[in-house]
């Protein structure tokens, strides 16, 4: 078993693959101003070194790192999927060794690439349990972020009117990621099970049918009747 960070010693090392992209560039950038150390990772670690210089030239920063998505991956104890679920086999493939042991967030949903105000759920269930079955039952799989769109994520210095709902099978797991999820200015709760992990994701769609319906961009969920913090 890897010696990953817990919640009483949290200076975790975040990986973001597919940070180069719109949603894991987003949350790169919310980690990173909120002091996190984060590593970009890209098909091609050329890519993921020009994206990282990039980011730390946008929101005057120098922490973020990029190199190819295998390296962050086994660097970091937590790994962040930011990257199409069209796309998202092989790079799993890629991975799955480095994995084992550590907390991987999915970000992604399954949307009907004909019409994405539709959900599509695979066989499996939600993409995040299909993540799960994949990397098998050492590596510690959670859903977050589905239902947050980079634009609100880029509004680093604000605190996002839109909660994040993080659902998997390991309950230490739910709660590093909700605590990571709070230091950056956003209220997260604890879903439950990896099963519950449909409902989220099917919640981008849902809203992405809100969108369009009303004509407004990134719209989002609260959950009410519970205390925050
Ligand atoms: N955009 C949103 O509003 C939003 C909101 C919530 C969640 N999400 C989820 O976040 C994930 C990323 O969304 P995004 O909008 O950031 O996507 P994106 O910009 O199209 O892609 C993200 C990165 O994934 C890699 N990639 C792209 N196509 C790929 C393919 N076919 N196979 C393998 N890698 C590929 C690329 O990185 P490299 O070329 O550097 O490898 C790309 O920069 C998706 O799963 C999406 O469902 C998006």
């Known amino acids: 078993m890897p010696n990953y960070p817990t919640t009483e010693s949290p200076?975790?090392?975040?990986?973001?693959?597919?940070?180069?992209?719109?949603?894991?560039?987003?949350?790169?950038?919310?980690?990173?101003?909120?002091?996190?150390?984060?590593i970009i990772g890209s098909r091609d670690?050329?890519?993921?070194?020009?994206?990282?210089?990039?980011?730390?030239?946008?929101?005057?920063?120098?922490t973020i790192e990029g190199t190819s998505n295998r390296d962050a991956a086994a660097r970091a104890d937590i790994v962040l999927l930011a990257?199409?679920?069209?796309?998202?086999?092989p790079i799993l493939e890629d991975l799955r060794d480095v994995v084992q042991?550590?907390?991987?967030?999915?970000?992604?949903?399954?949307?009907?690439?004909?019409r994405k105000s539709r959900a599509k759920p695979p066989a499996a269930g939600s993409v995040t349990a299909e993540v799960q079955q994949f990397l098998g039952e050492s590596a510690r799989v959670v859903c977050a972020f589905q239902n947050i769109a980079p634009?609100?994520?880029?509004?680093?210095?604000?605190?996002?009117?839109?909660?994040?709902?993080?659902?998997?099978?390991?309950?230490?797991?739910?709660?590093?990621?909700?605590?990571?999820?709070r230091r950056i200015g956003i209220e997260a709760f604890d879903g439950g099970a990896l099963v519950n992990a449909v409902a989220v994701e099917a919640m981008t769609a849902i809203l992405i049918a809100i969108n369009i319906k009303y004509k407004v961009r990134g719209a989002g969920i609260r959950i009410t009747g519970v205390p925050r913090g």
């Not at 020009?50 to 946008?58: D, G, K, S, V, Y």
């Not at 990257?83 to 086999?89: D, I, K, N």
């Not at 042991?101 to 004909?114: H, M, R």
């Open 11 to 38: 200076n975790h090392l975040i990986a973001i693959i597919g940070g180069t992209g719109k949603e894991g560039s987003a949350i790169a950038a919310r980690f990173a101003k909120a002091g996190l150390r984060v």
């Open 83 to 89: 990257v199409p679920y069209a796309g998202m086999r």
């Open 45 to 62: 670690a050329t890519k993921g070194e020009n994206a990282a210089r990039e980011l730390n030239a946008r929101w005057n920063v120098t």
């Open 151 to 181: 634009e609100k994520l880029e509004a680093v210095d604000e605190k996002i009117d839109t909660d994040v709902i993080v659902c998997g099978d390991d309950k230490d797991a739910r709660a590093t990621v909700i605590e990571l999820i």
């Open 101 to 114: 042991g550590k907390i991987v967030i999915n970000v992604a949903s399954s949307l009907d690439p004909e």
